[in-house]
């Protein structure tokens, strides 16, 4: 009897052979059980956990997961009325909680390294007919991948990823603090103050980003550096380049680890932009992106003559990021929180504009002649972005500004007086500004936007029934 992989012929052959290496490895008895993890659509990672006998069979049959997990919002309630026809989804076959398959992709196969004898894989979704799960967001980045090669180019990217680590004094688990959400941790800081780069506050936390370092290395992540950012408690690490899909999935088993690493350690590790934290500094996730040409392995963004800031490639490729910057805004920073970073003169962009090495501009164009790192650096993302949708995005407005050859205009070297669009200063503002930008709605598909705008909307209306304190200390006692 045929595989689900074999009755839709969903791997290519250089996969198959990639699975039969996996699976002798399960034979040889490597680990005992594999985690099969699909990233769900705020790229978060969901799945099931089979013993090594069953995962051998599941890397060609698939692992059935509930379909409700599409219908959910950030607090895990589902959105969507499930049960009633299409299952909310306007979808055949996904009503009343319904199955999909997720399938595993054999390249991302590897051991955990901080808990015994598990292995890992990366999964992507697909219906009961062998089609691509219309909301897979995996999918949606390898059609951006897929366009681009078509062109005989390579989507690279490197990350600097900010985020902050805790010491855990209370995990808040009385029965009092259950909810959805449930009350978060109590935590008290690791540093203080605003030590940007200090090597007294490096050594100070050197046994967490030993921890960090190690374990990072064992995974086969690409990681360049580990620093003390500018908050209290804040943290960033840098990867070098890596393409096609490898940013993206390399940034879900990042934040994955990270989370898991430090929870086992005593500490909480949180990707949230800006906690309620006093003198918190901000988490950004800024992205650093070239194309590659297939042909000779060359960096297309390189120019040719002294003065210009990239090639006529990646002039028209930075004039499209701009033109869609509003409409990508809920793709880069798709919660409610990530609004309160654009603060101008705050290192956070707040307008659509790019400048030659300024971190004001939300595109920094860094490198030139004969400078094989030539790249533009996008500095609007928050590190909690689905990097599926970020980094697809961020092709398809790319792409846009070649075909149509685009001019992104003059740098902009005093980024916060620059006249120029403004982005998004609120996910609601992102939102509406997503479902108007036309390429962005063909390319991500109508019905994709329509899904991912709902579930974002359903997040907007909870917060708004809640009473702020904010609210109760500017009204309480003044009426």
């Not at 940007?196 to 506050?201: A, D, H, N, P, Q």
């Not at 908050?231 to 990867?239: A, K, R």
């Not at 689905?386 to 003059?410: E, K, T, W």
Request: charged share 20%.
């Amino acid at each position: 009897m045929q595989s689900f992989v074999e009755r839709f012929g969903l791997w290519s052959d250089e996969q198959h052979r990639q699975a039969d290496a996996v699976a002798e490895r399960l034979q040889a008895g490597e680990v005992d059980v594999v985690r099969f993890a699909w990233p769900d659509q705020h790229g978060v990672l969901r799945g099931k956990t089979l013993v090594a006998s069953a995962a051998r069979a599941a890397l060609r049959d698939g692992v059935n997961l509930t379909s409700t997990l599409l219908a959910k919002d950030t607090s895990h309630r589902s959105v969507f009325p499930v049960f009633s026809a299409g299952g909310g989804f306007d979808s055949p076959g996904m009503q009343g909680g319904a199955d999909f398959t997720v399938v595993a992709d054999p390249a991302t196969f590897r051991a955990l390294p901080w808990t015994p004898r598990t292995g890992w894989i990366l999964c992507d979704a697909y219906l009961a007919d062998g089609s691509p799960c219309p909301f897979g967001t995996r999918q949606i980045m390898q059609r951006a991948v897929g366009e681009l090669d078509a062109l005989g180019l390579e989507f690279v990217a490197g990350l600097e990823v900010e985020f902050h680590v805790f010491r855990l004094d209370d995990p808040s688990l009385a029965l009092s603090d259950a909810g959805q959400p449930g009350e978060p941790p109590r935590v008290s800081l690791l540093t203080q103050g605003h030590q940007y780069l200090t090597e007294l506050r490096y050594d100070r936390v050197e046994p967490l980003m030993e921890l960090l370092r190690s374990h990072l290395a064992a995974l086969e992540l690409p990681l360049l550096s580990l620093e003390i950012e500018f908050g209290p408690s804040q943290f960033e690490l840098v990867f070098g380049p890596t393409s096609g899909l490898v940013p993206a999935d390399t940034m879900v088993l990042l934040r994955s680890a990270v989370k898991q690493i430090c929870q086992r350690h005593g500490y909480h590790a949180t990707f949230m932009c800006r906690p309620k934290i006093p003198s918190v500094m901000s988490s950004g996730w800024h992205l650093h992106q070239s194309l590659r040409r297939k042909a000779d392995g060359r960096n297309a963004f390189i120019p040719a003559r002294e003065g210009d800031a990239l090639s006529e490639t990646g002039l028209h490729y930075l004039a499209g990021l701009q033109a869609h910057a509003r409409g990508a805004a809920a793709l880069a920073s798709p919660t409610i929180n990530g609004y309160r970073r654009y603060r101008p003169f705050s290192l956070a962009p707040d307008r659509a504009i790019w400048a030659r090495d300024n971190r004001g501009a939300m595109l920094r164009v860094l490198g030139g002649v004969g400078q094989n790192a030539t790249r533009i650096e996008n500095r609007v993302g928050e590190p909690t972005a689905n990097p599926y949708l970020y980094l697809a995005s961020q092709i398809f407005s790319g792409l846009d500004g070649m075909r149509r050859r685009l001019d992104p205009g003059p740098s902009a070297d005093v980024p916060y007086e620059t006249a120029a669009e403004q982005l998004p200063r609120s996910l609601s503002d992102a939102l509406a500004a997503l479902r108007a930008d036309g390429l962005l709605c063909e390319q991500l598909g109508q019905r994709f936007v329509d899904y991912y705008c709902h579930i974002k909307e359903a997040e907007i209306a909870r917060f708004n029934l809640e009473v702020s304190e904010w609210e109760h200390r500017e009204y309480f006692d003044m009426f």
